[in-house]
T-cell receptor, first 115, second 111 residues
C-alpha cells in the first residue's frame, strides 16, 4: 500500500494563470500517473511520469499545457498552464508500486475551478 | 486498447449481494482484469484484480468467465458505504501498464 498526498486539495484560479499541483508518496515508486476527471465524467489519463525520463503524454495532452516534473522517486508535479474555464476538473495522481500489473494507488485529487 | 463495457447504473438493497458485470470481448492474453471504485470526493480505490482464476479478498470476489471475455464483481453483502462508481479496467503489464477508465457503473444501495 502507499499513502499519496496531493497539494493543494482544491483551488480557485483566474483564467490565464498557471497552477502547480504536487504529489508526494510515502515510498519510492518508479511509475507515477496523472489523470484528469472533468465534472461528472470518468478519469482520463494525461501522462505517465517515470523518474529519470521525460513524461509520456496521451493523445490530446501536450507538454506546453501540462508540464510535469519528476525529480525523484517520491515526488511529482503537474502544472496546468494558461488556464481557462475548460480546465476546471479534478486532477489526480496515482502510483504503481511494483510496475508489474499490481494495483495502482490514487491520491484524493486536486479540485480546480477556473473563473 | 482493449475496452470494457459496463451498465451505467445498478441498484441494490442493503445487506443483499450485488453482481456487477463487465464485458471485455477483446481482452488479450496478458491483460489483467482490475476493479476499482470511486466514492464521492475521493480518488479511485483498488478493489480486486485477476487474470484467469476467480479471486476473493476481504472486499469482494471476482468471477472470471472461462473465455475471459467477461467478469463479475461480487459484493457479498452491500452496505450503504459501498455506494460508489465501480470501474472495470484491463491492464497489460507488458504493454504500457497504464490504466484506461471507462464510464463505470454507478451503484446505489438502498436501506
Amino acid at each position: 500500500s502507499a499513502v499519496i498526498s496531493q497539494k493543494p486539495s482544491r483551488d480557485i484560479c483566474q483564467r490565464g494563470t498557471s497552477l502547480t499541483i504536487q504529489c508526494q508518496v510515502d515510498s519510492q515508486v518508479t511509475m507515477m500517473f496523472w489523470y484528469r476527471q472533468q465534472p461528472g465524467q470518468s478519469l482520463t489519463l494525461i501522462a505517465t511520469a517515470n523518474q529519470g525520463s521525460e513524461a509520456t503524454y496521451e493523445s490530446g495532452f501536450v507538454i506546453d499545457k501540462f508540464p510535469i516534473s519528476r525529480p525523484n522517486l517520491t515526488f511529482s508535479t503537474l502544472t496546468v498552464s494558461n488556464m481557462s474555464p475548460e480546465d476546471s476538473s479534478i486532477y489526480l495522481c496515482s502510483v504503481d508500486l511494483t510496475g508489474s500489473g499490481q494495483p495502482q494507488h490514487f491520491g484524493d485529487g486536486t479540485r480546480l475551478s477556473i473563473l | 486498447d482493449a475496452k470494457t463495457t459496463q451498465p451505467n447504473s445498478m441498484e441494490s438493497n442493503e445487506e443483499e449481494p450485488v453482481h456487477l458485470p463487465c464485458n471485455h470481448s477483446t481482452i488479450s492474453g496478458t491483460d489483467y482484469i482490475h476493479w476499482y471504485r470511486q466514492l464521492p470526493s475521493q480518488g479511485p480505490e483498488y478493489v480486486i484484480h485477476g487474470l484467469t482464476s476467480n479471486v476473493n479478498n476481504r472486499m469482494a470476489s471476482l468471477a472470471i468467465a472461462e473465455d475471459r471475455k467477461s467478469s463479475t464483481l461480487i459484493l457479498h453483502r452491500a452496505t450503504l458505504r459501498d455506494a460508489a462508481v465501480y470501474y472495470c479496467i484491463l491492464r497489460d503489464p507488458y504493454n504500457n501498464n497504464d490504466m484506461r477508465f471507462g464510464a463505470g457503473t454507478r451503484l446505489t444501495v438502498k436501506p
